[in-house]
């Protein structure tokens, strides 16, 4: 595994859960760090400078153009570039297909989807010129399963693997990859505020070949390999983090 010194990351959904622990990871390894979130990400901040490395937290929702325009302006102002894009923002509020409403799915939609097509728009050129770039979407082992009540999470983060795999084409030539990870459910805030009970969280660790709940660290491994250079001849791939779950 290679060390990130000099690289600049960037992370959404940083403030807290997998993002924060993605963002303490690459600093641990050496990688300044902008960390993105609708919340003011203080904490995530503190952890980077802690670990030695240069931090900047920034305030914007991802799924707005404005302000991911705004995000990218900071970037170049404060880092001067980016090499390493973490689309990790997401949200998944539970609601069957009856009463979910069009604001309900767009929102979902906004946030997992439209986020990261505006986030990779607004550091690309950075990644361009320096002809070196890695962009991870994180996306969701959910979508290979029979889970009633996300017709909207699923559909986005099916989404986010096929926008993966297209923008993989587009941008190799660059010497930039675009890769997936796919978490398993995992015992984040997030989760905890969900309606997604103990009940699921064991019954889905228990269909998993490593039989325990995921946490924010599980994913870390995977994202630190695609955002290195050892994954150079690694594009369009989606990897499920999901302690097996995916062999079902
Ligand atoms: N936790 C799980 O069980 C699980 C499983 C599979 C996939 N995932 C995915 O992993 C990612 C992170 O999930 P988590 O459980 O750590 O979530 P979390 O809710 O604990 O953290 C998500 C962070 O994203 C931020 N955020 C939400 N909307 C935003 C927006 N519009 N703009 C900027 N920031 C925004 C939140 O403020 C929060 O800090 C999501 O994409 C989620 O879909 C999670």
């Avoid at 760090?33 to 203080?42: G, M």
């Avoid at 002809?131 to 017709?151: C, D, E, K, Q, Y």
């Avoid at 983060?157 to 297209?166: D, E, N, P, Q, V």
Wanted: aromatic share 6%; glycine share 12%.
């Amino acid at each position: 595994m290679t060390g990130f010194e000099g690289r600049v990351a960037v992370v959404s959904g940083a403030g807290r859960g997998i993002g924060q622990a993605i963002c303490r990871a690459l600093a641990r390894r050496g990688a300044d760090v902008v960390a993105v979130d609708i919340v003011d990400p203080v904490e995530t901040v503190g952890m980077v400078e802690a670990e030695g490395r240069k931090a900047v937290g920034l305030t914007g929702d991802v799924s707005d153009p404005d302000d991911v325009r705004r995000i990218g302006q900071q970037v170049t102002e404060r880092m001067g570039r980016c090499d390493i894009l973490v689309n990790n923002a997401g949200i998944y509020p539970a609601k069957n297909v009856f009463k979910l409403d069009y604001d309900a799915w767009r929102r979902v939609m906004a946030v997992n989807l439209d986020s990261q097509f505006l986030m990779t728009k607004a550091v690309l050129d950075h990644m361009c010129e320096a002809r070196w770039g890695r962009i991870i979407n994180i996306t969701s082992n959910s979508v290979g399963l029979a889970l009633p009540g996300f017709t909207h999470y699923i559909a986005s983060k099916m989404g986010s693997i096929g926008f993966t795999r297209a923008l993989a084409s587009d941008v190799a030539s660059f010497g930039i990859t675009v890769n997936a990870v796919g978490p398993t459910l995992s015992r984040t805030p997030g989760l905890a505020e969900s309606v997604i009970g103990d009940g699921a969280l064991q019954h889905v660790s228990g269909l998993q070949a490593i039989k325990r709940p995921g946490e924010a660290e599980d994913v870390v491994g995977t994202v630190l390999f695609l955002a290195g250079d050892d994954s150079a001849f690694v594009t369009g791939q989606t990897i499920m983090a999901d302690g097996g779950l995916v062999r079902l």
